[in-house]
């Protein structure tokens, strides 16, 4: 009876600030807006490094955000992953960049941003502190499963109106059983879905139209596997992969997305729905996420594009061939519709000459990591044969 009590004032509180964090989000935030008739977002992804960060990812993203100019950068969670005592540094350190150039900012935690005894909220605190104007970033409902999951209206060039919606969730980090044991990766929960219906309903009353939007969170949707993967019945090891309930084969459905698929993706234990609800919705039309460090596909599953952005850590794994952050590029005049590329580190110092030599990136190696990137996407396409033959004998 208390859970159920519980879970009834709970859904009232969502149902009730939803309108106050839409309200605050509007009102008070410094406006995002379309310039020149477009709106650009860069996606910088698990930055997971500690204090001091390296200097040549902190190079790459001052260098980024002079060159391409984004009107917003997102963090996509693992931002930091220092001890307690130097989080306060390694925050200021990196929001410093963003500080510097005035860009604005927000962010989504990953899985191991709390790992070192500083809780989200805690986090999202030092991020605002360091981050003043510049940082966009707030809780919309502090009852929500972990912190700072909330959204950031968009208006047209003329500031006179919302045309577009930016959508910031927290994903979690680990789920575990009675006895303590991990089961997996956590996920965007009931009360976060609840919340968006809520969100979403409201800025299409306020709007009397849809507004299109982009979804923010570190862990990708499992959905993804059903337009990655082909499924099978037998469960083989390594080989395979179990989510939703369906056991997915290994090898890649390569037809289905643009880029590289280097490692399993890796989604949540439990589904909620969180992609279904947004189908239903309909003013999804992207979801975007990091986690998987070597990842930069592109993939559509019922009119939303699922996109996984690489890393650009130089502390955790990665990959020359993929290291870097993601642009998306939204035009005023068509925003149900969004362009995006990845600019790796060597494309950057490619463009970039002061770039490449404070990187200490040689012309030898860029046209090096162009050769090896393009004949691994072209064996990628040829595998798309074989992937079609089981696909038919299936």
């Given amino acids: 009876m208390k859970k159920r009590v519980l879970s009834i004032l709970l859904a009232l509180a969502v149902v009730f600030c939803s309108g106050l964090a839409f309200s605050a989000s509007a009102e008070d935030a410094p406006k995002l807006k379309f310039n020149d008739g477009k709106f650009k977002i860069m996606h910088l992804t698990d930055t997971q490094d500690v204090y001091p960060a390296s200097k040549t990812m902190l190079s790459f993203i001052d260098a980024s955000i002079k060159q391409y100019q984004p009107d917003i950068v997102i963090l996509g969670g693992d931002n930091t992953v220092g001890p307690a005592e130097t989080k306060d540094e390694a925050i200021k350190e990196l929001t410093s960049v963003f500080v510097e150039n005035e860009v604005y900012f927000s962010l989504v935690f990953g ?101 299109p939007s982009l979804a923010f969170q570190h ?88 996109v996984n952005t690489p890393g ?37 110092a490619a463009q970039n000459a002061d770039f490449a030599k404070e990187a200490g990136i040689s012309s030898f190696k860029i046209w090096l990591c162009d050769i090896a990137g393009n004949i691994l996407l072209g064996l990628g396409k040829l595998s798309s044969v074989f992937s079609k033959v089981i696909s038919i004998v299936g």
Avoid at 120 to 125: I, K, S, T
Avoid at 240 to 253: A, E, Q, V
Avoid at 268 to 284: H, I, L, T
Avoid at 314 to 331: A, P
Wanted: charged letters at 25%; glycine letters at 10%.
């Fill in 111 to 211: 899985n191991h941003d709390r790992e070192q005894g500083v809780s989200n909220d805690e986090l999202l605190a030092l991020y605002q502190k360091h981050g003043g104007e510049y940082c966009l970033a707030y809780d919309a409902v502090p009852e929500l499963h972990g912190a700072g999951t909330h959204n950031l209206p968009v208006y047209s060039s003329d500031g006179s109106k919302i045309i577009f919606n930016l959508w910031m969730f927290d994903s979690g980090s680990g789920v575990y059983n009675e006895a303590g044991e991990r089961l997996g990766y956590d996920c965007v929960t009931e009360d976060q879905i609840k919340w968006y219906e809520s969100v979403s309903s409201e800025l299409e009353k306020e709007s009397k139209v849809k507004i």
């Fill in 312 to 348: 650009a850590t130089y502390h955790s794994y990665g990959n020359d061939l993929v290291r870097g952050m993601r642009m998306i590029t939204v035009c005023e005049n068509d925003t149900w519709n969004f362009d995006t590329e990845v600019v790796t580190v060597n494309d950057l």
């Fill in 219 to 306: 862990i990708i949707v499992g959905d993804v596997y059903d337009v990655l993967f082909h499924e099978t019945a037998v469960e083989a090891g390594e080989l395979t992969r179990s989510f939703n309930g369906k056991i997915y084969s290994c090898l890649p459905k390569t037809e289905n997305f643009d880029g590289f698929l280097f490692e399993y993706p890796c989604p949540g234990y439990y589904n909620f729905g969180q992609f279904d609800s947004m189908v239903a919705r309909g003013d999804v039309i992207g979801i975007f996420s990091g986690h998987d460090h070597v990842n930069t596909f592109v993939t559509e599953l019922k009119g939303i594009k699922i």
